[in-house]
Nanobody, 119 residues
Framework: QVRLVESGGGLVQPGGSLRLSCAAE????????VAWYRQGPGDKRDEVAS???????YYSDSVKGRFSIFTDHVEKTVYLQMNSLKVEDSAVYYC?????????????WGQGTQVTVSS
């Protein structure tokens, strides 16, 4: 079956950078839509970035200009490059992969990776 394995989280100082990875393992041949979500303590899970197979991207206002999402379709791995990190970026980050068209797609989630921004 399909499994998304996340890595790259950790502790970083304000202004620092981290690169999150999400590797798709199992019976999967393409990544039609990939996205990163995050959830802080007591908060809902919010989308921060996504990218379509055609390269079209979306970023939330809170991360525009600082985060970038990209996909290696050969290795079937999704990345989130996070620069100029702020304390408020601290959260558990989740990778999502969707296969198919809207309304008729399969979605998979990673287990989450903790990002802590602190001095």
């Amino acid at each position: 079956q399909v499994r998304l394995v996340e890595s790259g989280g950790g502790l970083v100082q304000p202004g620092g950078s981290l690169r999150l990875s999400c590797a798709a393992e199992g019976n999967i041949v393409r990544l039609d839509l990939v996205a990163w979500y995050r959830q802080g303590p007591g908060d809902k899970r919010d989308e921060v970035a996504s990218i379509r197979r055609d390269g079209r991207t979306y970023y939330s206002d809170s991360v525009k200009g600082r985060f970038s999402i990209f996909t290696d379709h050969v290795e079937k791995t999704v990345y989130l490059q996070m620069n100029s990190l702020k304390v408020e970026d601290s959260a558990v980050y989740y990778c999502q992969v969707s296969i198919g068209s809207p309304g008729n797609s399969r979605e998979y989630w990673g287990q989450g990776t903790q990002v802590t921004v602190s001095s």
